[in-house]
T-cell receptor
Framework: DTGVSQDPRHKITKRGQNVTFRCDPI?????LYWYRQTLGQGPEFLTY????????KSRLLSDRFSAERPKGSFSTLEIQRTEQGDSAMYLC?????????????FGNGTRLTVT | QKEVEQDPGPLSVPEGAIVSLNCTYS??????FMWYRQYSRKGPELLMY????GNKEDGRFTAQVDKSSKYISLFIRDSQPSDSATYLC?????????????FGRGTSLIVHP
């Protein structure tokens, strides 16, 4: 079990550029979540997938954000035309959803800095 | 008012102290409760996962849930400097919009030698 892996760990970009983050969940997990965390705050939900289907998106997820999970394995989160307000830690988590509702397991996040 | 309230601290205690961390919530649909520990610049690490009201113990950690009061706690016995971190509570329901885990803002804990 290698845990949830996120890449890159840190991304610095200029305002207006596009960025893409990758998440590799725990292999047997069928649910994958994206959260955003700013300093001094808890993680805020962005979106989640069950297998390859994106089942819910938060109101926080503007049209500049898009997420995919092709083939139900890894996921990517893209932010287009980045703004300084997008600077945050982007966390990916996975879980195995069955009747018992297992908890989320997080990766170490991608820290985005928009200059 | 947020669905999950958590005092941000910081909470500073001497090594060996018993630490009590707490969260309150407003959504009665929440049925599953989690505590995570987060070190600086790392992702949250799951510590405890509980479903029913009552206590659950794991080593130095005890999670307590009181659904009637909508109040959960995490107790840390014999606290160590390595316990210094931010502790996040999280909760979710079994169906509908509440099944997406909602987090508190975290409590910063400092255990000094």
């Amino acid at each position: 079990d290698t845990g949830v892996s996120q890449d890159p760990r840190h991304k610095i970009t200029k305002r207006g550029q596009n960025v893409t983050f990758r998440c590799d969940p725990i292999s047997e997990h069928n649910r994958l979540y994206w959260y955003r965390q700013t300093l001094g705050q808890g993680p805020e939900f962005l979106t989640y997938f069950q297998n390859e289907a994106q089942l819910e998106k938060s109101r926080l997820l503007s049209d500049r954000f898009s997420a995919e999970r092709p083939k139900g394995s890894f996921s990517t989160l893209e932010i287009q035309r980045t703004e300084q307000g997008d600077s945050a830690m982007y966390l990916c988590a996975s879980s195995f959803h069955d009747r018992e509702n297992s908890p989320l397991h997080f990766g170490n996040g991608t820290r985005l800095t928009v200059t | 008012q947020k669905e999950v309230e958590q005092d941000p601290g910081p909470l500073s205690v001497p090594e060996g102290a018993i630490v009590s961390l707490n969260c309150t919530y407003s959504n009665s649909a929440f049925q599953y409760f989690m505590w995570y520990r987060q070190y600086s610049r790392k992702g949250p690490e799951l510590l405890m996962y509980t479903y029913s009201s009552g206590n659950k113990e794991d080593g130095r950690f005890t999670a307590q849930v009181d659904k009637s009061s909508k109040y959960i706690s995490l107790f840390i016995r014999d606290s160590q400097p390595s316990d210094s971190a931010t502790y996040l509570c999280a909760m979710k329901g079994a169906s509908g919009g509440s099944y997406i885990p909602t987090f508190g803002r975290g409590t910063s804990l400092i255990v000094h030698p």
